[in-house]
């Protein structure tokens, strides 16, 4: 199973993105090799909401019912962050002060922590800090 980041999904989605080309070829390694692949409540929030500035309205609608059809094809796990994982994710928040840590971030290695995740679909460096593998 990998985890999937906002900035993989802007990249995939967003054209003129940096990394769009080298999203699209591991995404597309991922989706041959059948990948599981997971995401959260809170990594979705992000990239709609970056989309939406971003780009446009249909970009972002879009993305949200490429999500749903995931979802439904059993190809991708939305994990929603409830209590438990909002709280753990503060303490990662909190120990981490001196680094530039979203709490998306922290959510997401809370995450990955609690599902044996150890390699993400991510271009943020801090995943790696965090001792997770990044898709190559």
Do not use: P
């Amino acid at each position: 199973m990998i985890f999937v980041d906002t900035g993989a999904w802007i990249a995939i989605y967003k054209r003129n993105d940096l990394h769009h080309h080298e999203a699209m070829a591991i995404y597309n390694s991922l989706r041959d090799g059948e990948t599981q692949l997971l995401t959260t409540d809170y990594v979705i929030d992000e990239t709609v909401t970056r989309l939406r500035y971003d780009t446009n309205h249909s970009v972002a609608v879009a993305f949200l019912e490429f999500i749903g059809n995931a979802e439904i094809a059993g190809g991708l796990t939305v994990v929603a962050i409830d209590k438990e994982i909002f709280g753990k994710a503060i303490g990662f928040f909190r120990q981490y002060n001196s680094v530039r840590l979203s709490f998306t971030d922290c959510t997401s290695f809370v995450v990955c922590q609690e599902n044996n995740i150890s390699e993400a679909f991510a271009f943020d460096q801090h995943f790696s800090m965090m001792g997770i593998n990044l898709c190559r």
